[in-house]
């Protein structure tokens, strides 16, 4: 995709359709431009007719003399302007790419709204996110014509017009973090017997190669969690073709401090649920593996944008498969930290590739931060749904910062609590602790389980079951896999600025 700017709309030159945005008014709709004589006369007849409104994400096309730059014109409604959001804004420049693609045009020049509501270079972020987001495609797995047509319908061309030269370096970044975004969906998008561990590994040492300068790859294979003693990343992988890994990407930012976060994903490339083999939903189970897509494609964002901080980033890699030597509901398994599990529940496989992952970061590598993202529990979806990521965190501090990043990229968190009570429900008879607990309070009981191989490390947990894999699309996403924690990060990131 070929994606430029203007520094004002004289500049601009051909393409298929000019972008205009247009606010919703009690009286009539308004454009959202200061200068917009150039189209008043177009749209002045739409507007009063009352063919287009100017709700949030409605556009229309129209079409002018070819005389103009563009013989189209796309009307996109913003809402109200006292109203308009950021997050208004993404998804009504995502609608942009949904009405482009259903008429095939594959280039626009792009104008954004003046307004005084919201900062300037947060409009334009999120306007340039909506374009860049929405334009994702997963055709990989359809057949040649298939992928053909959709092809010939793909934005491949786009100019934002107005921009300065600051808000140029914004456009430049955000391509190369919704580049790492679209990285992370397109793993987990991908088949299963695709994305395997031995394809995750591979991907890691890539990336290693790629960004040398600043990324250092280690890889524990089976031998090495066995010389570890990680009973349960290997009781999870017994039945498996692959065997479980640990992936480990360190990334230095800033040679200058010794301080680092650490990032650990768990990395269930099938899940089956064992032995306590699902009943339904296993056709989502590629996607189980989001959690260490997305401690991988945070290395590749921060790499290509050289951001100023220290982390190490971990893959905890298992599939939970059946078969002869499948780990065993009842059975005890001993974890790297020396505490011993009974398995309850096989189905309640990541908690435990995650246990050993940490207590062996926490060990080895002694972050300032410990970070993790699971898809954990459907029990978080039930509360949550697919709207905000359960967060869980031992640490006030660490949990405002990663809530912060998470309203300024519209990738929302929301706190749930780590109540003692919730040990409680995985005490064991023989063991010192069980995976699964009941029903009730699934996504803390699961999180509590989590937090008994953390030592003394601030501790977050980010449970992203129901915002990592949607099953309803949404103006952003036309696949289901979101790439979300990525842009989270990378503001999480610039915000702790290497401290």
């Known amino acids: 995709?070929?994606?430029?700017?203007?520094?004002?709309?004289?500049?601009?030159?051909?393409?298929?359709?000019?972008?205009?945005?247009?606010?919703?008014?009690?009286?009539?709709?308004?454009?959202?431009?200061?200068?917009?004589?150039?189209?008043?006369?177009?749209?002045?007849?739409?507007?009063?007719?009352?063919?287009?409104?100017?709700?949030?994400?409605?556009?229309?096309?129209?079409?002018?003399?070819?005389?103009?730059?563009?013989?189209?014109?796309?009307?996109?409604?913003?809402?109200?302007?006292?109203?308009?959001?950021?997050?208004?804004?993404?998804?009504?420049?995502?609608?942009?790419?949904?009405?482009?693609?259903?008429?095939?045009?594959?280039?626009?020049?792009?104008?954004?709204?003046?307004?005084?509501?919201?900062?300037?270079?947060?409009?334009?972020?999120?306007?340039?996110?909506?374009?860049?987001?929405?334009?994702?495609?997963?055709?990989?797995?359809?057949?040649?014509?298939?992928?053909?047509?959709?092809?010939?319908?793909?934005?491949?061309?786009?100019?934002?017009?107005?921009?300065?030269?600051?808000?140029?370096?914004?456009?430049?970044?955000?391509?190369?973090?919704?580049?790492?975004?679209?990285?992370?969906?397109?793993?987990?998008?991908?088949?299963?017997?695709?994305?395997?561990?031995?394809?995750?590994?591979?991907?890691?040492?890539?990336?290693?190669?790629?960004?040398?300068?600043?990324?250092?790859?280690?890889?524990?294979?089976?031998?090495?969690?066995?010389?570890?003693?990680?009973?349960?990343?290997?009781?999870?992988?017994?039945?498996?073709?692959?065997?479980?890994?640990?992936?480990?990407?360190?990334?230095?930012?800033?040679?200058?401090?010794?301080?680092?976060?650490?990032?650990?994903?768990?990395?269930?490339?099938?899940?089956?649920?064992?032995?306590?083999?699902?009943?339904?939903?296993?056709?989502t189970m590629k996607a189980d593996m989001a959690g260490a897509a997305v401690a991988l494609g945070i290395v590749r964002a921060a790499a290509e944008l050289q951001l100023n901080v220290n982390f190490v980033s971990a893959l905890a890699l298992a599939e939970n498969a059946i078969g002869p030597s499948s780990y065993k509901p009842g059975d005890v398994y001993r974890s790297r930290s020396g505490k011993t599990v009974e398995i309850s529940n096989t189905d309640a496989e990541g908690r435990l590739v995650l246990g050993d992952a940490v207590s062996y970061i926490e060990e080895k590598y002694g972050p300032k931060q410990l970070i993790d993202f699971a898809t954990l529990t459907g029990g978080v979806v039930v509360a949550l749904g697919e709207e905000a990521t359960g967060l869980f965190a031992t640490d006030d501090a660490l949990a405002k910062a990663l809530e912060q990043s998470g309203e300024r990229t519209q990738e929302r968190i929301w706190r749930l609590p780590l109540y003692a009570e919730y040990k409680e429900y995985l005490k064991s008879n023989i063991a010192d602790i069980k995976n699964a607990g009941p029903r009730k309070a699934s996504s803390g009981s699961g999180a509590t389980f989590i937090q008994a191989f953390i030592k003394s490390v601030p501790w977050a947990h980010l449970d992203i079951a129901g915002t990592a894999y949607l099953s309803e699309l949404k103006p952003c996403h036309a696949t289901p896999a979101t790439g979300v924690g990525i842009r989270l990060l990378v503001d999480f990131f610039e915000h702790c600025d290497g401290k």
């Open 1 to 283: 995709m070929h994606i430029s700017s203007v520094s004002n709309t004289q500049e601009r030159k051909d393409a298929a359709v000019v972008v205009v945005p247009v606010w919703r008014e009690k009286e009539a709709p308004l454009l959202a431009l200061r200068e917009g004589k150039e189209f008043a006369s177009l749209v002045q007849f739409s507007l009063s007719a009352g063919d287009f409104a100017g709700q949030e994400g409605e556009t229309l096309l129209l079409y002018r003399d070819a005389q103009g730059l563009e013989k189209r014109v796309l009307l996109v409604g913003l809402g109200n302007k006292s109203s308009c959001t950021c997050a208004v804004l993404r998804n009504a420049y995502a609608s942009v790419v949904k009405a482009m693609r259903a008429k095939k045009l594959k280039s626009a020049n792009v104008l954004l709204p003046e307004t005084d509501h919201i900062e300037r270079e947060s409009l334009c972020q999120a306007a340039i996110e909506g374009i860049l987001m929405a334009r994702y495609t997963f055709d990989q797995l359809k057949g040649e014509s298939a992928q053909k047509k959709g092809e010939e319908a793909r934005l491949d061309t786009v100019c934002f017009c107005g921009l300065n030269k600051a808000e140029e370096k914004l456009l430049q970044k955000t391509e190369k973090v919704i580049d790492s975004v679209n990285f992370v969906r397109d793993l987990v998008n991908g088949n299963s017997d695709d994305v395997t561990i031995s394809f995750l590994k591979q991907m890691a040492q890539d990336l290693g190669k790629k960004y040398s300068s600043s990324v250092k790859v280690k890889i524990l294979d089976k031998r090495a969690l066995e010389e570890e003693k990680m009973g349960l990343m290997l009781a999870v992988g017994k039945a498996a073709v692959h065997e479980p890994a640990l992936v480990i990407l360190e990334y230095t930012g800033n040679p200058g401090s010794k301080e680092k976060i650490a990032i650990v994903g768990k990395g269930i490339t099938y899940d089956t649920g064992g032995l306590n083999i699902k009943t339904s939903g296993m056709e």
